[in-house]
């Protein structure tokens, strides 16, 4: 599986920002899709998942202001992200897992919140 990350860049505090993650390869094998993210001097943390049902997982920061969605024919996840704050800067990473717990990653992309 590969994953190919997109969007990002700047925005301004208040405003809103959209990152898209296209998988290829085993697309079937996937189950979970997501967004990671990691600031500098920080851990990787979760930011948003969503699995082949349907169920979304949001990280509590990010609850009311980021919305995670997937078209699972073009196995594509997308990350819609509004209300932004300094404090989402970051560099954001694509993931997918596989049924069988594999993790897979996308190279990341820089969101930068500032004005």
């Known amino acids: 599986v590969q994953l190919q990350a997109s969007g990002g860049g700047l925005g301004q505090p208040g405003g809103s920002l959209r990152l898209s993650c296209a998988a290829s390869?085993?697309?079937?094998?996937?189950?979970?899709m997501g967004w990671y993210r990691q600031a500098p001097g920080k851990q990787r943390e979760l930011v948003a998942t969503i699995t082949t049902g349907g169920i979304r997982n949001y990280a509590d920061s990010v609850k009311g202001r980021f919305s995670i969605s997937r078209d699972y024919v073009k196995n594509t996840v997308d990350l819609q992200m509004n209300n932004l704050r300094p404090e989402d800067t970051a560099v954001y990473y694509c993931?997918?897992?596989?049924?069988?717990?594999?993790?897979?990653w996308g190279q990341g992309t820089q969101v930068t919140v500032s004005s």
């Open positions: 993931n997918a897992e596989s049924w069988d717990k594999i993790p897979y």
């Open positions: 390869g085993s697309g079937f094998s996937i189950n979970v």
